[in-house]
């Protein structure tokens, strides 16, 4: 069985222009006591190899550095940059370290000197080129989830460094604030988005955050231009390196917008078809549903049942509701306050 879990061939590119080379590693990897299976496609120059790369998929590259129309580390280079998803391990007469990482550097997952050594070795190097790039490929797909979850995450996420500086800044962020991440990256969190009076107490929940304590909804305020307030509850943690140092925070925050306090008055809903935005005359209307609903609970005799209906004349009589509401959400909010109502309140 070779590498592939479906039992399929590895497909592999050999890129020598060496003929006894070639029959060697064609002997190598086909040798019968070993369980690998391989699918092998030979190439003598670079031009030749890259068209091969284009027209067929390969798991892995054999690649001599030494080739009719190219060598050294141009031809890692090139190979790579036409299949860079491919790895790519070099087989070489040059033992040379620098060479070596070189090659690594520009592409290469491994380098091997042509030998007898070089030859055990050929299948455990092909393997492990292909399972590590397979590792690093969910690494990255992981990483691009994770991004993907937090930047379009409906709440504001914001990494913080242990300076303060904003390292990372979430799609809802850029909404909340009304700002591009491009231009806050690398800026300080405090001096841009916190308040005077909330610095003090963000600060040292921060702090407690990077010493290991999670910290939930510490809370500062925001106000925007256009004067809307919100309360921002901040879930913070910490960001560490593999050695469990703190290296930034991770802060979460949820945005809730401050409303303006409603009289306790019942009979006061007769207003709301005075305010020139129906969202807002909806939510004043939904704030109110407590205070409405304790009021439904005492009309129990004719007089307040005449009341709720002499309401209801109010909100779909007064000239504003005209000019201001259209007639079919000034409908939506008869209903809503008759839908309040018992049959048996209706029906006196």
């Known amino acids: 069985m070779g590498v592939n879990m479906d039992n399929k061939p590895t497909n592999i590119l050999l890129v020598e222009d060496d003929y006894t080379t070639r029959r060697l590693v064609e002997k190598v990897l086909s040798r019968p006591n070993q369980d690998f299976k391989c699918a092998l496609e030979t190439a003598s120059t670079l031009s ?10 390969f798991d892995n590259i054999l690649l001599d550095l030494g080739l009719p129309d190219s060598s050294g580390i141009e031809t890692v280079e090139k190979i790579h940059n036409s299949s860079p998803e491919v790895p790519i391990v070099v087989l070489t007469a040059t033992d040379d370290k620098e060479m070596e990482l070189e090659s690594i550097g520009h ?28 590792a690093v490929k969910g ?8 991004r993907w979850i937090v930047h379009d995450c409906p709440s504001a996420v914001v990494c913080i460094s242990t300076q303060g500086q904003i390292l990372d800044f979430n799609h809802k962020a850029e909404r909340l604030w ?6 806050v990256i690398s800026k300080n969190f405090f001096t841009l988005f916190v308040l005077d009076d909330d610095k003090e107490n963000l600060r ?25 307030k919100y309360s921002l509850f901040w879930n913070l943690d910490r960001l560490g390196d593999g050695e469990e140092e703190s290296t930034s925070v991770i802060a979460v925050a949820h945005a809730v917008a401050q409303k303006t306090p409603i009289k306790n008055d019942f009979f006061l809903i007769p207003g709301l078809a005075y305010n020139p935005n129906f969202e807002d005359t909806v939510n004043m209307v939904l704030n109110s549903l407590c205070e409405i609903m304790e009021k439904i609970d005492d009309a129990t005799n004719l007089a307040e049942v ?34 309040l109502m018992g049959p048996e309140d209706l029906s006196s």
């Not at 030749?48 to 998929?57: E, G, T």
């Not at 510490?218 to 925007?224: A, E, H, I, R």
């Open 107 to 134: 592409g290469a997952q491994d380098y091997l000197v042509k030998g007898t050594d070089a030859w055990e070795k050929l299948v455990p190097r092909i393997r492990y080129t292909i399972e590590n790039r397979r």
């Open 204 to 228: 040292a929940d921060i702090q407690r955050a990077l010493s290991g304590e999670p910290f939930k909804n510490t809370k500062t305020s925001l106000t925007l231009a256009d004067g809307t």
């Open 306 to 339: 005449v009341s709720m209906r002499r309401i209801n004349k109010g909100l779909y009589e007064t000239n504003y509701n005209h000019e201001r509401i259209p007639h079919k959400n000034n409908a939506a909010i008869e209903r809503l306050v008759l839908s």
């Open 48 to 57: 030749s190899a890259i068209k091969q790369l284009h027209k067929q998929q």
């Open 139 to 146: 690494l990255v797909g992981s990483y691009r989830h994770f």
């Open 178 to 183: 009304h700002c591009k991440k491009e231009d």
